[in-house]
């Protein structure tokens, strides 16, 4: 039996060749598809590899009678309608590793531009200044950084941290204890992290729990001066909240990788706000990461259509009955 690969999302080629090279598997890449283009193709596909671009809503569902398998090549699966594919037995995977490394990289550079003034200062100087005196910075060494979401990119930046000879504390109702105390990482309450942490950096998924989880009264019960980095989701802050608490002095600064709307509106309060360092949601574009999600979401498809093998599946409930 041959099966039929959709990739409507430009992915790296290495991906490509390892689709290609299994057997009983035909591949339509042609690069980045409209979605007219998309709904046309998928008819008969079997599986479907995407990125962020296209997004896996019921008209697309209702469009691939014959689809089986979705492979998000990245974490996130926003960009899909997952109940959806879960009532019409579509298996839904992403690829939570490729990213780890480049994610957390990025979280710990938005971190050291934050407390070292470094945009700024680099804007200054294309300028034609020479102003020392205006981005005094404070050590990371010495300083307790309070991680929400002690997954894989969060123990990363666990790693990372305590390398700068930072305190690191950590909150994750679903990560044991003994996980995080051999990291040498103390896993504590949610206020006592708010209360404790010079920086708190975000790692969590947004559930009903998390979302606007930095609020007025989240960053009320924060040290003053407190710095918050967020290369996670936007929605994880209260957007209105944050910057007005930045415009007060009770929070030292923030940097920012991802908003609740993206790209986010002119009107946005925190863009072009003091004390905040952006940047357009780039934590997982490295090369590297790339190439690893897009060659993960390939290798899951040929295993789950080859030999009936699952991994990173986002909605199990539809294995019942695939297996075996």
Known sequence: MTYHVLVPDNVHSSALDVLQRAEGIRVTAPGQMARAETLAAIADADALIIRS?????????????????????GVGVDNVDVNEA?????????TPEGNTIATAEHAFGLMLALARHIPEAEISMRGGKWDRKSFMGIE??????????????????????LAFEMTVIAHDPYVPVDVAADLGVEMVSLDTLWSRADFITLHSVITDE?????????????????????????ALIQEFDL???????????????????EPPEPTNPLIGLPGVVHTPHL???????????????????????????YKNVVNPSVLEGKRG
């Open 210 to 234: 998390t979302r606007d989880m930095i609020n007025r009264n989240s960053i009320a019960r924060m040290k003053k001066g407190v710095r918050i980095i967020n290369a996670a989701r936007g």
């Open 243 to 261: 910057a007005e608490a930045i415009r007060s002095g009770q929070v030292a600064g923030a940097a920012l990788d991802v908003y609740a709307q």
């Open 140 to 161: 990371l060494r010495g300083k307790t950084l309070g991680i929400v979401g002690f997954g894989r990119i969060g123990r990363a930046i666990a790693k990372r941290a």
């Open 283 to 309: 934590a997982a574009s490295t090369e590297d990461a790339q190439v690893a999600v897009a060659v993960e979401a390939a290798e899951l498809i040929v295993a789950a259509l080859t030999r009936g093998e």
């Open 86 to 94: 879960t009532g019409r037995g579509v298996v839904v995977m992403n």
């Open 53 to 73: 671009a296209t997004k896996v809503d019921k008209e697309i569902l209702a469009a691939a009678p014959n689809l089986k398998l979705i492979a998000r090549a």
